[in-house]
């Protein structure tokens, strides 16, 4: 055994210690990107929100000129598109996971599944410009006239659908928004169906269970708290997207009612405005808007991570 | 019974059609998608389009700046975000596997992979040009290594876990050092699948727009140089898009069309590539 003098031994005892702090320093590195990013938009907004307070969040004033600043309308956008993507993305994603976990035939379930990941995989900033040249287009000839001429009339909700057929504005943006989070809610959706354990549903089909019974009655309750956890991931991206809803809101700093009139979100503000913003409260005001959507969405994909955790461990995974 | 039979037969039936019916409408906006960005884009793709700067309103001209700018940008954050993600990436799977730090970052990572990308985008905006004092490329590419990271982490700590134990413990029983058994036994074994990680990454960042506009921002003219604002395919699609020139808007096309190409071509082939070396 002359290959293990004690001199070697102690060099390669070093070596893995230096291995070790090498490894941990960059994973500590994620923490501080992390960390450094929320400590820097907090320090970049606080003249804003020492200049307006609790103000800057309640107000829909966005005056560039006189230097009044006021989040409500932003925020009001995002959380109203981001609210439309979640209505039209969470039952397709769960049909779309429903239909690739038990009743697409086996054969064509990897393309479909490679075909979702696709709509996934697609620059944002692609979904921006056939929103913007297509698909805003598309709703002005054909649906924003059609939502104003009939739902636009009905009592209580008419004035939601009620507005010039622009195409641009929150619905059109709350689409594109639908269809980008899709793949994403799909896509875990179907590996959370997939964890049920067979037994399960084998025990429910013996007994005389159709398609539907064994999703609603054991796979969905069994999956519960990671399908919200999956929604809530949809969320995340959803409030923190900034190009595809840049180009259909319209950008405009007005609080309408109605969902075909123009908008703004927090994420297009900054993107439309930030380039722009010549004064130091202007830039502090889109920096502080910054740091109000990280909070927000840290806390959202916590939320989600956190209900996604419970069933891998369930299922004895080791992360 | 025969009309609750009936019954349950018909609400499943409903929702074999309504699964089918999500599936087939999640589809059709992929194609929409593609459909008019090749149909748009074909059109305004020529030789040019690889040999001239991007033109000034109303005048003809290519990309050739854009897309250097934007392959040296993802070069260099290749460069410092792949090696940082597969180290953290080991920590997390190996050295520090059951510790209290490598739980708490492999949650807060997952966070970050999913955190938009403007915040990014701002965070590096204060960190490196606010201080230098100009928008540069160098800052560009330190914003996408931030985006990169977190998908390098999490692809390479997978990777290293499905290297099963046994060839860690046959590695410890020849009494070779730690560091030894993951550089050289449990890297080669897991490469593919970071390498993977590392390309898929790559995806990811060469669409990223948000994160660019206040870094790179943009430049109309060639710029070899990394220290001053450069052009970028995205910002430029971008901007272009926004315009109200119709030469503008046939570049912007023409960009997205070679963009989504190298995006959804680079996923599809290193998808097929990783399931065939998984068989």
């Known amino acids: 055994m002359t290959a293990f003098t004690p001199v070697i031994r102690s060099r390669s005892a070093a070596a893995d210690r230096a291995f070790n702090l090498v490894t941990a320093g960059a994973a500590w590195l994620v923490l501080v990107v992390l960390g450094a990013t929320a400590a820097s938009m907090a ?23 006189q230097g009044k600043f006021g989040a409500l309308v932003p925020i009001y956008g995002t959380l109203v598109t981001s609210a439309i993507a979640l209505v039209i993305a969470v039952p397709i994603s769960l049909g779309i996971a429903l239909f690739l976990t038990d009743i697409a035939p086996r054969w064509i379930r990897g393309p479909i599944g ?15 410009m056939w929103g913007l040249f297509i698909f805003a287009p598309f709703m002005a000839a054909h649906v924003d006239p059609l939502l104003s001429d009939t739902l636009g009339g009905w009592p209580l909700i008419g004035p939601i659908f009620t507005g010039p057929p622009i195409g641009i504005g929150m619905l059109t943006a709350g689409i594109v928004l639908g269809i980008m989070v899709i793949p994403f809610i799909a896509a875990v959706a179907r590996d959370v169906f997939n964890a049920v354990p067979p037994p399960l549903k084998e025990s429910a089909i013996a007994l005389g269970s159709t398609r539907w019974e064994v999703l609603s009655r054991v796979t969905l309750p069994y999956t519960r708290s990671a399908i919200i956890g999956a929604i809530f991931l949809g969320l995340g991206r959803a409030l923190g997207e900034t190009m595809a809803v840049t180009f259909v809101l319209g950008n405009a700093h007005d609080l309408s009612m109605s969902l075909l009139m123009p908008s703004n979100s927090i994420a297009a503000a900054i993107a439309n405005e930030f380039t722009e913003a010549d004064t130091e409260l202007y830039r502090s005001a889109l920096i502080a808007l910054a740091f109000l959507l990280f909070v927000v969405t840290f806390i959202v994909l916590s939320a989600a991570k956190l209900m996604l955790l419970r069933i891998s461990r369930a299922h004895g995974r080791t992360h | 019974m025969r009309a609750i039979l009936i019954r349950r037969r018909l609400v499943d039936l409903f929702a074999f059609l309504f699964a089918s019916g999500a599936t087939l409408f999640g589809l059709f906006w ?21 040999t001239q700067m991007t033109p000034p ?4 001209g290519g990309l050739l700046n854009a897309f250097y700018g934007s392959a040296i940008m993802i070069f260099l954050a290749v ?12 920590y997390l799977a190996e050295h520090g596997r059951h510790s209290r730090l490598a739980s708490i970052v492999s949650f807060l990572n997952d966070v970050l992979l999913s955190a938009p990308s403007i915040v990014i985008g701002l965070f590096v905006y204060e960190l490196i040009v606010r201080t230098s004092g100009h928008f540069s490329g160098y800052a560009g590419a330190v914003a996408l290594a931030m985006i990169l990271l977190p998908i390098v982490v999490r692809t390479s700590d997978e990777a290293l876990r499905l290297v099963p134990d046994q060839m860690r413990e046959a590695a410890f029983a020849l009494g070779i050092p730690r560091w030894r058994v993951t550089a050289q036994i449990l890297y080669k074994a897991a490469m593919t699948a970071i390498l993977t990680g590392v390309l898929l990454g ?13 870094t790179a921002l943009n430049n109309q003219f060639w710029s070899g140089s990394l220290g001053g604002p450069l052009a970028n395919v995205p910002v430029v699609i971008f901007q272009y898009a926004m315009s109200p020139y119709d030469e503008w808007h046939e570049l912007a096309w023409a960009g997205a069309l070679v963009l989504t190409l190298f995006v959804l071509g680079l996923n599809l082939t290193v998808r097929i590539l990783a399931k065939r070396s998984s068989k």
């Open chain 2, 79 to 90: 460069i410092i975000g792949a090696p940082l993600g597969v180290a953290a990436g080991t």
């Open chain 2, 57 to 60: 309103p109303g005048s003809q």
């Open chain 1, 114 to 128: 490679i075909a979702v990941e696709l709509l996934a995989a697609i620059p944002s900033i692609i979904y921006g």
């Open chain 2, 30 to 50: 992929l194609f929409w998608i593609l459909w008019t960005t090749l149909g748009q884009g074909l059109g305004a793709i020529n030789f040019g389009l690889f």
């Open chain 2, 202 to 214: 790559v995806a990811r960042i060469a669409g990223e727009t948000a994160p660019l506009l206040f």
């Open chain 1, 43 to 65: 320090w970049g907004g606080r003249l804003a929100f020492q200049t307006f307070g609790l103000g800057f969040i309640t107000s829909q004033d966005w005056d560039v000129v």
